[in-house]
């Protein structure tokens, strides 16, 4: 895989901290991806005249109090006054106080992945019993996270992660590492599972519910992570020959696990990169994202915040999981992810639970992404 900028960067900071011994000479970092920005009508937007955008609206106005920055403040004070269920406002609304931007990468596509994602619900117990054996971490005291946007602003997102052993600071143990020691790795246990694969997918899909023992549910979300890169179980075990590239879903890969319990550890250790959890108060509302702000089923979109600020509207067109049919919607960027890295590349908010996990486990499409931005304000940087 091709060393990212982000990878790049950090092994200069460890080997400028002294974590690291300095190569014989310097290697460039790759030219790192832009975005491109293209004006355009919005009679251009493929189904933009048919698409219900009042629920648009409403998830929009939902993550307003969380956006920073005064061109997106501005639009969220005129959404405000535009009357619920009102169809034609919402799109009179939408229409004059934004300009439709095609996202294109600076290396060359105008089309990128669109996945999807769900909130899992999962059994488990506040206790360690035979079955309830795997533990769902909290974040383990060791682990130290430094925001690289103080020693540069070049590295705004960027963020570093390791343990100190004496004053060095040290890559954070991967997963393969943190399993290997169990129930007694050095990390608050906040309940337990008899699941590995579905605790995988939790970690994955970075927010759940757990349903415990006696019926009551708890929520948990994202805390921190261990650092490492996400990597793709279902490339590792196609690129094995364990199944074929169309059966590499999150239902092929949990069919697959059930049949190879004696693979299964090292195919999960393929994928270094461990969550860490923090529980929530259990409410009606979504999960809530990067924006701080529930996340709404259907109308939320991960998007890589370098290239769209988080807040802002994005109209999305691809087609429906494992269908011709279009799915052209405007989403509202309320989250981020791990595996969510390019400027066009989403990641569609299904919802809570089995169905919702059903069609976010086989989204793996191509798709197009507009960004919707404050009428003549200045196109925005990354935040």
Same mark, same amino acid.
């Given at each position: 895989?091709?060393?990212?900028?982000k990878t790049t960067h950090i092994a200069l900071i460890?080997?400028?901290?002294?974590?690291?011994?300095?190569?014989?000479?310097?290697?460039?970092?790759?030219?790192?991806?832009?975005?491109?920005?293209?004006?355009?009508?919005?009679?251009?937007?493929?189904?933009?005249?048919?698409?219900?955008?009042?629920?648009?609206?409403?998830?929009?106005?939902?993550?307003?109090?969380?956006?920073?920055?005064?061109?997106?403040?501005?639009?969220?004070?005129?959404?405000?006054?535009?009357?619920?269920?009102?169809?034609?406002?919402?799109?009179?609304?939408?229409?004059?106080?934004?300009?439709?931007?095609?996202?294109?990468?600076?290396?060359?596509?105008?089309?990128?992945?669109?996945?999807?994602?769900?909130?899992?619900?999962?059994?488990?117990?506040?206790?360690?019993?035979?079955?309830?054996?795997?533990?769902?971490?909290?974040?383990?005291?060791?682990?130290?996270?430094?925001?690289?946007?103080?020693?540069?602003?070049?590295?705004?997102?960027?963020?570093?992660?390791?343990?100190?052993?004496?004053?060095?600071?040290?890559?954070?143990?991967?997963?393969?590492?943190?399993?290997?020691?169990?129930?007694?790795?050095?990390?608050?246990?906040?309940?337990?599972?008899?699941?590995?694969?579905?605790?995988?997918?939790?970690?994955?899909?970075?927010?759940?519910?757990?349903?415990?023992?006696?019926?009551?549910?708890?929520?948990?979300?994202?805390?921190?992570?261990?650092?490492?890169?996400?990597?793709?179980?279902?490339?590792?075990?196609?690129? &094995? !020959?364990?199944?074929?590239?169309?059966?590499?879903?999150?239902? $092929?890969?949990? @069919?697959? =696990? #059930? +049949?190879?319990?004696?693979?299964?550890?090292?195919?999960?250790?393929?994928?270094?990169?461990?969550?860490?959890?923090?529980?929530?108060?259990?409410?009606?509302?979504?999960?809530?994202?990067?924006?701080?702000?529930?996340?709404?089923?259907?109308?939320?979109?991960?998007?890589?915040?370098?290239?769209?600020?988080?807040?802002?509207?994005?109209?999305?067109?691809?087609?429906?999981?494992?269908?011709?049919?279009?799915?052209?919607?405007?989403?509202?960027?309320?989250?981020?992810?791990?595996?969510? &890295? !390019?400027?066009?590349?989403?990641?569609?908010?299904?919802?809570? $639970?089995?169905? @919702?996990? =059903? #069609? +976010?486990?086989?989204?793996?499409?191509?798709?197009?992404?507009?960004?919707?931005?404050?009428?003549?304000?200045?196109?925005?940087?990354?935040?």
């Amino acid at each position: 895989m091709p060393i990212s900028r982000k990878t790049t960067h950090i092994a200069l900071i460890l080997l400028a901290a002294g974590c690291a011994q300095l190569p014989p000479q310097p290697v460039k970092p790759p030219a790192p991806e832009t975005a491109r920005y293209l004006a355009m009508p919005f009679d251009a937007l493929p189904g933009w005249s048919k698409a219900a955008l009042e629920p648009s609206l409403r998830a929009f106005l939902a993550g307003c109090p969380r956006i920073n920055g005064a061109a997106l403040g501005r639009v969220c004070a005129l959404g405000q006054s535009v009357p619920k269920g009102d169809e034609a406002a919402a799109r009179q609304f939408f229409e004059s106080a934004f300009t439709p931007y095609a996202l294109a990468s600076s290396e060359g596509p105008d089309s990128g992945l669109i996945t999807g994602y769900y909130e899992p619900i999962i059994d488990g117990s506040r206790w360690y019993n035979a079955i309830s054996r795997y533990p769902i971490f909290g974040v383990p005291e060791d682990l130290i996270t430094v925001d690289l946007a103080g020693l540069n602003p070049e590295l705004r997102n960027l963020r570093l992660r390791g343990r100190l052993e004496g004053r060095r600071l040290v890559p954070y143990p991967s997963r393969a590492e943190i399993e290997a020691r169990g129930p007694s790795y050095p990390a608050p246990v906040i309940a337990w599972t008899a699941d590995a694969v579905a605790l995988f997918f939790l970690q994955i899909q970075g927010s759940g519910q757990v349903r415990l023992d006696g019926g009551e549910r708890i929520r948990i979300g994202f805390a921190d992570q261990n650092g490492h890169p996400y990597r793709s179980l279902g490339r590792w075990l196609v690129d &094995r !020959g364990e199944m074929p590239l169309e059966q590499a879903s999150m239902q $092929g890969i949990q @069919a697959w =696990a #059930a +049949a190879n319990p004696h693979k299964l550890q090292e195919a999960l250790n393929a994928n270094p990169s461990y969550v860490f959890f923090r529980e929530l108060p259990v409410s009606e509302d979504g999960p809530v994202g990067a924006l701080g702000t529930p996340l709404a089923a259907g109308y939320s979109l991960a998007v890589d915040r370098r290239f769209v600020p988080l807040g802002a509207p994005v109209y999305l067109a691809t087609t429906y999981p494992l269908s011709e049919l279009p799915l052209e919607r405007l989403m509202a960027a309320h989250d981020v992810g791990g595996a969510i &890295r !390019g400027v066009v590349r989403g990641d569609f908010y299904w919802g809570t $639970g089995t169905e @919702a996990g =059903a #069609a +976010a486990g086989r989204m793996r499409q191509q798709g197009r992404m507009w960004l919707l931005w404050p009428r003549g304000e200045p196109l925005p940087r990354a935040d």
